[in-house]
C-alpha cells in the first residue's frame, strides 16, 4: 500500500477510533485518553508531511517555509519513483510557432511570494509550507482530494440517468467548459488565464479556472488527469486569495491524486515557488470594467524523458513522471479549458461565483476569458485548437461561448453568478 494510501487509512481509522472511544464511555478519561492519542497520531502524521528542511523562512504572514533537499520532497513517498532521477530541467519547450499579438489592454500577472521577503530557498531544494496541526483536519476530511471528478466532458456516461444521486453530484460540481476534438492524441498545452477573486459562498466550496490533460475513463476506473490552473479555496487555504494550485490523478479520482503537494506524485524543480502555498497567490486580480490581468499556463510532454512539465508565468516549476500514470504514461486523449464551482450537493443551487461572476456575454473586462487556446502536437509544436465543444450544464447559472481573433487566437469566455432567479 502507497505511503498516501496508508496515512489515509490510518487517519479514517484514528476518527472512527476517537468517537468510538468517545460515544463508548462519555466520561473525562475517555475524552482525556482520546486526545491523547489524537496527539500521537497528528505527531506521527506530522512527521511523515513535513520532510527535515536544510534551511526555514518564516514569512510575514505567518507560514513556516521549508526549504526541503529537492531529492527528499513528498514526491518521492510514491512507490513507483523511489529510483526516480529527477529531471532538473525539460530536454526542449514546445515550438511557439504562431503565437498570437500581445494585448495592450492587459497585464501579465507574476506570482507574488510574501516569503521572499525574509529569504530565498538554496539551489537544489524546494519551499514547501509547513503542514500544521490544523491543517490535518482538513486532510482527514479530504487528504487533498476532490469529492467529484472534474473533466465531465470527457465521460458523456456521467450524466446519465443510472449514475447514483447524479442531480446532486451535477449541483455539487458545476462546469462551463471547452473541450478538444476527441479524435487525436495531444501532447500538452498552452492557454493564457484571466486572473479574479471570486466570491466562493461555503469554506468547502471553491471556484477555479484551469486547464484539464486526460486519458482513460470514468467507466473503467482509470481515468488519468493532469490539472492546473487557478482556484479560490477557503477551506483548504484559509483565506479567499486566488492561488496557483496542481493536481492529478491515476483512478479516476478514486484513491489516488491531491492538490499540489499534499501527497507524494509531483516532482518541484523551481526553489522560487511554493505551490499551493498561502503566500504563493496571484496579485494583483482583475477589476470589473478596470484593469485585466491573466497569466499563461503550459503544461506539455517531454518528447525525450516522457514526463508531463509545468511552466506558469514563464518560469518552469516541476513535472509529473510518466511513471505514475497508466493512460497518460503515453498521449492524451482529451483536453478541457474552462470553470469549475464546487459546493456540498446538498445544499442546493450555490451562489459561488465562477470567474468573474458575470456571464461570458458582457465580454472583456467584465466577463472571465481564456485566450491563445492551444495544443501541442506530436512534433512538440504548439498549433491553435479548433472545433472545440462547449459544455454548460445549467447555463443560467454558469455559461461559457468561444470565439477565434487575429489578437487572442481561439478564446472562450465564460462564469457566471450561480444562485439567481433564473437559475434552478
Not at 44 to 62: C, F, M, Q, W, Y
Not at 217 to 246: C, M
Amino acid at each position: 500500500m502507497a505511503p498516501a494510501a496508508r496515512t489515509r487509512v490510518c487517519l479514517v481509522a484514528l476518527v472512527v477510533a476517537l468517537a468510538f472511544l468517545f460515544l463508548l464511555d462519555g466520561g473525562v478519561h475517555a475524552a482525556s485518553s482520546a486526545a491523547e492519542q489524537r496527539r500521537r497520531q497528528v505527531r506521527s502524521l506530522l512527521r511523515r508531511l513535513n520532510k527535515p528542511a536544510v534551511a526555514t523562512i518564516e514569512s510575514p504572514d505567518g507560514d513556516t517555509i521549508d526549504c526541503v533537499d529537492i531529492s527528499k520532497q513528498p514526491a518521492f513517498d510514491h512507490p513507483s519513483l523511489k529510483n526516480h532521477t529527477i529531471q532538473m530541467m525539460p530536454s526542449c519547450h514546445p515550438q511557439q510557432g504562431g503565437l498570437y499579438n500581445k494585448s495592450n489592454d492587459v497585464a501579465h500577472s507574476a506570482l507574488t511570494q510574501t516569503w521572499h521577503q525574509n529569504g530565498k530557498c538554496p539551489e537544489n531544494t524546494v519551499p514547501i509550507r509547513r503542514t500544521r496541526e490544523e491543517d490535518v483536519l482538513d486532510i482527514v476530511q479530504r487528504y487533498g482530494r476532490k469529492k467529484w471528478p472534474s473533466s465531465w466532458s470527457n465521460d458523456p456516461n456521467r450524466y446519465d440517468d443510472d449514475v447514483p444521486d447524479a442531480a446532486s453530484v451535477l449541483r455539487g460540481h458545476q462546469h462551463a467548459i471547452a473541450s478538444a476534438p476527441g479524435d487525436d492524441n495531444y501532447y500538452g498545452t498552452q492557454a493564457t488565464f484571466n486572473l479574479w477573486e471570486p466570491t466562493v459562498e461555503r469554506n468547502q466550496g471553491f471556484s477555479l479556472a484551469q486547464l484539464w490533460i486526460t486519458s482513460g475513463s470514468y467507466a473503467n476506473n482509470d481515468l488519468n488527469t493532469i490539472e492546473a490552473g487557478w482556484q479560490v479555496y477557503p477551506g483548504l487555504y484559509k483565506d479567499s486569495h486566488t492561488r496557483l494550485f496542481v493536481y492529478w490523478t491515476r483512478d479516476a479520482y478514486n484513491k489516488t491524486g491531491c492538490y499540489n503537494l499534499i501527497c507524494s506524485g509531483f516532482v518541484q524543480t523551481s526553489n522560487q515557488i511554493a505551490i499551493g502555498a498561502s503566500n504563493s497567490y496571484f496579485s494583483p486580480v482583475s477589476i470589473y470594467g478596470g484593469s485585466q490581468y491573466d497569466i499563461t499556463i503550459l503544461v506539455w510532454k517531454d518528447p525525450k524523458q516522457g514526463n508531463w512539465w509545468l511552466q506558469v508565468g514563464g518560469q518552469d516549476l516541476g513535472y509529473w513522471p510518466s511513471s505514475i500514470f497508466s493512460k497518460l504514461s503515453g498521449s492524451a486523449a482529451s483536453v478541457d479549458w474552462g470553470g469549475e464551482v464546487a459546493s456540498s450537493p446538498d445544499a442546493g443551487q450555490t451562489s459561488t461565483q465562477m470567474g468573474s461572476g458575470h456571464f461570458p456575454d458582457e465580454g472583456f473586462s467584465k466577463a472571465s476569458y481564456i485566450k491563445n487556446i492551444q495544443l501541442v502536437d506530436s512534433t512538440n509544436s504548439l498549433k491553435s485548437a479548433s472545433g472545440v465543444k462547449l459544455t454548460a450544464k445549467w447555463p443560467m447559472c454558469y455559461n461559457v461561448q468561444n470565439g477565434t481573433s487575429a489578437d487572442w487566437g481561439t478564446y472562450i469566455f465564460y462564469g457566471g453568478p450561480g444562485k439567481n432567479p433564473n437559475c434552478p
